[in-house]
T-cell receptor
Framework: DGGITQSPKYLFRKEGQNVTLSCEQNLNHDAMYWYRQDPGQGLRLIYYSQIVNDFQKGDIAEGYSVSREKKESFPLTVTSAQKNPTAFYLC??????????FGQGTRLTVV | GENVEQHPSTLSVQEGDSAVIKCTYSDSASNYFPWYKQELGKGPQLIIDIRSNVGEKKDQRIAVTLNKTAKHFSLHITETQPEDSAVYFCAARYYGDDKIIFGKGTRLHILP
């Protein structure tokens, strides 16, 4: 089955640690995205990538980093510079920004 | 910068009545407008979308309308059912760079 997979579903991080969230798609989509979701804030764009080896900052990129070494994969690293990382993180992929598919999300909690 | 405003933030309707959610966008170069439904603890799912060269699109009980001049688009759900209860997001794609910006969402409650 084609789809987009995020892992893990739940992630706990100690303060000061970096963590990496995985996102893999087998839809052959060129574009991939990371969004952060907080209660009442909707989906805020962190980073997006239109093609391999290229990505752009979204509205809230500070404290996050990404890579796009393969078409299928777009991992997100939440660094220690992100002051309030507890949130629900969603990855998506699309065909040139249309009909985006989302993964099931990763809930990150700082302990 | 690019922005998508969505109203209302919460909407309660009686089962069987219609629900309307409205969005406005800031960049006139936007050319694609999807709507997503999100159930608790899950990722959003695309329910309907519209391109900028179309004024209205329907899919069974769901319809979307677009007013390019006013930069407004709306989601209409008719004959609402309990399973329509969810959070709904509108979004706009910005021409040329595949960036997708979302509204803040509307929590729809269908009352028995």
């Amino acid at each position: 089955d084609g789809g987009i997979t995020q892992s893990p579903k739940y992630l706990f991080r100690k303060e000061g640690q970096n963590v990496t969230l995985s996102c893999e798609q087998n839809l052959n989509h060129d574009a991939m995205y990371w969004y952060r979701q907080d209660p009442g804030q909707g989906l805020r764009l962190i980073y997006y990538s239109q093609i391999v080896n290229d990505f752009q900052k979204g509205d809230i990129a500070e404290g996050y980093s990404v890579s796009r070494e393969k078409k299928e994969s777009f991992p997100l690293t939440v660094t220690s510079a992100q002051k309030n990382p507890t949130a629900f993180y969603l990855c998506a992929s699309s065909i040139s920004g249309r009909k985006a598919f989302f993964g099931q999300g990763t809930r990150l909690t700082v302990v | 910068g690019e922005n998508v405003e969505q109203h209302p933030s919460t909407l309660s309707v009686q089962e069987g009545d219609s629900a309307v959610i409205k969005c406005t966008y800031s960049d006139s170069a936007s050319n694609y407008f999807p709507w997503y439904k999100q159930e608790l603890g899950k990722g959003p799912q695309l329910i309907i979308d519209i391109r900028s060269n179309v004024g209205e699109k329907k899919d069974q009980r769901i319809a979307v309308t677009l007013n390019k001049t006013a930069k407004h688009f709306s989601l209409h759900i008719t004959e609402t059912q309990p399973e329509d209860s969810a959070v709904y997001f509108c979004a706009a794609r910005y021409y040329g760079d595949d960036k997708i910006i979302f509204g803040k969402g509307t929590r729809l409650h269908i009352l028995p």
